[in-house]
């Protein structure tokens, strides 16, 4: 079945530590692929997307992800997080073997303590 | 401009009543998705238009829910005969393309709580 895993479920760190989320999926052909946050009280919205060319991808917020398509994922990390980083991250799949349907994972709960 | 908006915001209601949610999407966005997002899980994928074409009702999970989108904007996601099970954020996006490149914007989402 066609799936996209965040295998950390909730994760806690101090202020300024390095951050790496895991996401992998498991489509094949092309893929697009997306990080989206949620803070505390708002809505869904965009980190960042990689849809082709460097597999590194830079976002807001000092975030990033790297593409590497022979692991079929695409990591998020932040080199020093803050506390207002606290949020529920989802990473999403969308491509031509997914009928243009967008797939979540199961999100990630990061904590930071100050 | 403004984002994707959807109202109401909160909704509770008895079992085996109706329910209207609504979304209106950024203006000039073609596609429009249904999401449902149950407590820690993330987006589950419901249905979603081009325009007022609906391409893809798969994810709707049985007859009681419906969705429209008639002139291509404003959409309402349609519950029949509300039952417990059906509590969770029902949320919308509208995308833009850039060829094929497609881009979703989420709107605040609507919490239903059905009693």
């Known amino acids: 079945a066609q799936s996209v895993s965040q295998h950390n479920h909730h994760v806690i760190l101090s202020e300024a530590a390095s951050l790496e989320l895991g996401c992998n999926y498991s489509y094949g052909g092309t893929v697009n692929l997306f990080w989206y946050v949620q803070y505390p009280g708002q809505h869904l919205q965009l980190l960042l997307k990689y849809f082709s060319g460097d597999p590194l991808v830079k976002g807001i917020k000092g975030f990033e992800a790297e593409f590497i398509k022979s692991k079929f994922s695409f990591n998020l990390r932040k080199p020093s997080v803050q506390w207002s980083d606290t949020a529920e991250y989802f990473c999403?799949?969308?491509?031509?073997?997914?009928?243009?349907?967008?797939?979540f994972g199961t999100g990630t709960s990061l904590t930071v303590i100050p | 401009g403004a984002g994707v908006s959807q109202s109401p915001r909160y909704k509770v209601t008895k079992r085996g009543q109706d329910v209207a949610l609504r979304c209106d999407p950024i203006s000039g966005h073609v596609s429009l998705y249904w999401y449902r997002q149950a407590l820690g899980q993330g987006p589950e994928f419901l249905t979603y238009?081009?325009?007022?074409?609906?391409?893809?009702k798969s994810g709707l999970p049985n007859d009681r829910f419906s969705a429209e989108r008639p002139e291509g904007s404003i959409s309402t996601l349609t519950i029949q005969r509300t039952e417990q099970r059906d509590s969770a954020m029902y949320r919308c996006?509208?995308?833009?393309?850039?060829?094929?490149?497609?881009?979703?914007?989420f709107g605040p989402g609507t919490r239903l709580l059905v009693l």
């Open positions: 996006a509208s995308s833009r393309w850039h060829g094929t490149q497609e881009t979703q914007y």
């Open positions: 999403a799949v969308n491509g031509a073997n997914t009928g243009n349907q967008f797939y």
């Open positions: 238009f081009n325009y007022e074409a609906q391409q893809d």
